[in-house]
Nanobody, 126 residues
Framework: QVQLVESGGGSVQAGGSLRLSCTAS????????MAWFRQAPGKERAGVAT???????TYADSVKGRVTASRNNAKNTLYLQMGSLSSEDSGNYFCAAQLWACPGLYDGSWTKWRYWGQGTQVTVSS
């Protein structure tokens, strides 16, 4: 049974940093493209970053220069290091997995990802 469990969310002041983790189980982690999405109240789920099977990373324009995504296949874990946070970064952060190729981060692409975690809440206060 595939499981994705996010952790590391919390409340932080504007300008602060957080490191999110997503631990996977129940499937061969190294065969899957992994991604971070986020969703603010009343908004559609939006892509943040993808990390493909060999570690190639793609970022959404809204987070470039402020976040670093990575994966450790030996630990079945995906990471998201976030800095210079603003209130616009608040939301529920989800990790997602898709076999082989990455579906992408374009608007609506969240529907193309097969497996999801339950999310971890990030709240940035100004």
């Amino acid at each position: 049974q595939v499981q994705l469990v996010e952790s590391g969310g919390g409340s932080v002041q504007a300008g602060g940093s957080l490191r999110l983790s997503c631990t996977a189980s129940g499937y061969p982690f190294g065969n899957y493209c992994m991604a971070w999405f986020r969703q603010a109240p009343g908004k559609e789920r939006a892509g943040v970053a993808t990390v493909d099977r060999i570690g190639t990373i793609t970022y959404a324009d809204s987070v470039k220069g402020r976040v670093t995504a990575s994966r450790n296949n030996a630990k079945n874990t995906l990471y998201l290091q976030m800095g210079s946070l603003s209130s616009e970064d608040s939301g529920n952060y989800f990790c997602a997995a898709q076999l082989w190729a990455c579906p992408g981060l374009y608007d609506g692409s969240w529907t193309k990802w097969r497996y999801w975690g339950q999310g971890t809440q990030v709240t940035v206060s100004s």
